[in-house]
């Protein structure tokens, strides 16, 4: 789907830039033969293996982070997204919609909604508010839900009481 809005987005700004990280060999394929049929790959960059410190670094310097995803099992990149401090995109599916409560913490949008998806990454660009509405949003949620005393906790009790019913 990113690849879809990007030749709208770069028409809007046309400086922007979308940044893909990936290992498989025939997707960074597609992706630039996409990017040149629609004149934008000067706009594209394509990364293999990066750590996680360039990682977060990436993710900071982002304006916005589109994660239009089809199947979630926990929504780990959301996460990294709002911990980096950028606003999140994603498709209202299971999982990503038990992170996000749209429009206050991040957005959602509809599976497989291209429109959807460029109206929302040009509401995050163009409005400061939104966009600082969302990371104050995505912080509150860190916060509240997934700190690691909140997640660990349960753990160790599940532990806890496996080892006192010895």
Known sequence: MIVEVIPTIVRWYS???????????????DLMRHAAAHGI????????????????????????????????GFGLPLLEGM?????VISTDIPVVNEIIVHSENDLL???????????AI??????????????????????ERFTSERLVRPIIAVYEKVLAGR
């Open 41 to 72: 790959e000067h706009n594209l960059y394509l990364l293999g293996t990066i750590g996680e410190e360039e990682k977060l670094a990436r993710l900071r310097a982002s304006d916005v982070l589109p994660f239009p995803s089809r199947y979630e």
């Open 109 to 119: 949008i509809p599976y497989d909604d291209t429109d959807a998806l460029v109206h």
């Open 122 to 143: 040009l509401s995050v660009l163009v409005d400061q508010r939104v966009r600082e509405r969302l990371i104050a949003g995505g912080q509150r949620t860190l916060n």
């Open 83 to 87: 911990a980096a401090g950028v606003p």
């Open 15 to 29: 400086q922007a830039s979308f940044v893909f990280i990936t290992h498989n060999q025939a997707q960074r394929a």
